[in-house]
Nanobody
Framework: QVQLVESGGGLVQAGGSLRLSCVAS????????VGWFRQAPGKEREFVSG????????YYADSVKGRFTISREKAKNMVYLQMNSLEPEDTAVYYC??????????????????????WGQGTQVTVSS
């Protein structure tokens, strides 16, 4: 089992920044990929950013590319999402997730919800106009 706990959400003005944190515990040695997803009211949960835990290669949704940055502190089992130039459209509950399965085409598979077995409880991000 892997447990994930997010923090860092809040209310911010458009154009501002937030930094989300996620700490993993349990069988963290089994993790292959870690990612961030978000879900706005009435919408499907969508991919935001992710990376291969050991390799460090990073991937982003087109909607956040150039504004958000994912990073890690591997020794502390921590993953971060630095969010800059926030827009009202970024308002959502943000979830940290971990997957255990290796795939060759990581650029595709990192974006799929079905490839993540463990999820955090979510943290609310609200961006005011």
């Amino acid at each position: 089992q892997v447990q994930l706990v997010e923090s860092g959400g809040g209310l911010v003005q458009a154009g501002g920044s937030l930094r989300l944190s996620c700490v993993a515990s349990g069988r963290t040695f089994s993790m292959y990929r870690v990612g961030w997803f978000r879900q706005a009211p009435g919408k499907e949960r969508e991919f935001v950013s992710g990376f291969a835990w050991n390799d460090g290669s990073t991937y982003y949704a087109d909607s956040v590319k150039g504004r958000f940055t994912i990073s890690r502190e591997k020794a502390k089992n921590m993953v971060y999402l630095q969010m800059n130039s926030l827009e009202p459209e970024d308002t959502a509950v943000y979830y940290c997730a971990a997957g255990l399965q290796f795939y060759f085409n990581e650029a595709v598979n990192v974006r799929l919800k079905s490839n993540y077995e463990y999820w955090g409880q979510g943290t609310q991000v609200t961006v005011s106009s």
